[in-house]
Structures are given as structure tokens and as C-alpha cells.
């Protein structure tokens, strides 16, 4: 395992567990904006750490590396950043993550916001919405980081791909 990329991985972790701990501890995470969309940041923030670990590996190399090698320290990163992320996001659900949601469905932003735009619902239908949705949120924190885990999959894993090939660089001929 390359110790740049394992370093990388760690970065990322580092600084995505410190985003998600602003967003608890300064009551942000109960706010519509990121109470949906913060995980999908962090998600993309693994993006960056691809390419700054490929570039400085195939710097080291004198100015090559080949697209293996390249996948190999993404899927390090990757490997990295979601094992620790995980344990982490399972920590925050079983500490806060029912309360957070009870928090965000019982506000007047989920409110006005969201239930108040919906034409077919109607008022009466509000307390009955809200508790549903209190009750999804109310799921194991298995399944709450399980779902957390296949969307970094899914732009980890694809990102690697892309990342790793377009900056690959063979050596030149001679």
C-alpha cells in the first residue's frame, strides 16, 4: 500500500468527520440544505484527494504513471476514506442521528418549506406525514450507514476510474 495514498485517505476522513462534527455541533444539520445534501458533499470532496495523490506519485516517478497504478492509489483512498467515514457515521447515528431528524421533521422549515409545497397533501395529513417520516429516521444505524456507504460507492468507485485515467501518463518514446 502506497503511504501517500493511505495518507490521502486519511486526510479525507479527517476532514470530512470534522465537516460532519461543525455541522452537529453548530446546529446546522437540522437546516434543509444540510440535512440533505451534506453527505453528498463529503462525497464528492474524495474527488479532489484522487488527483492531488496521483499527481504527486507520478511526479515522484518522473512525470509517468500508469493507469493501474494510478486506480490502485484511488481505490486506497477510497478503501480508507470509507471504512473510516463509516465508523464514524455509525457513531454520529447512535448518538444523535434519531434526534437530529426528529429535530429537522418537526420544524417549521420541514414545514413551510417542504410539506406546505406539497399540492395533494393536505393539512389534516401533516402530523400523520411527519410521524411516517419520524419513523423512517428511526431505522438502525446499520442501515443508516449502509445507505451512506453505497453513495460513496458509487462516486468513489466511478471516480476512481475517471480520475485514474485521464491522468495517467505513459513514458515517452524513444
Partial sequence: MNKKALFYGLLYSALVIAFKLWLVLSG?????FYFHFAHFLTVLFI??????????VRRDLGGWIGGRDAMKLALTIFAVGAVTTSIYNYFEFTQNGKDLAIAYYNS???????????KTVKPEEYPKLIAEQIEVAKTS?????????FSLMLIGISGSVIVASILRRKPAAV
Fill in 108 to 118: 417549521e422549515d420541514y414545514l413551510n418549506n417542504y410539506l406546505r409545497t406539497l
Fill in 28 to 32: 446546522r444539520s437540522v437546516e434543509r
Fill in 47 to 56: 474527488l479532489p484527494f484522487y488527483v492531488i495523490c496521483i499527481l504527486s
Fill in 141 to 149: 444505524a446499520f442501515k443508516a450507514t449502509t445507505g451512506k456507504l
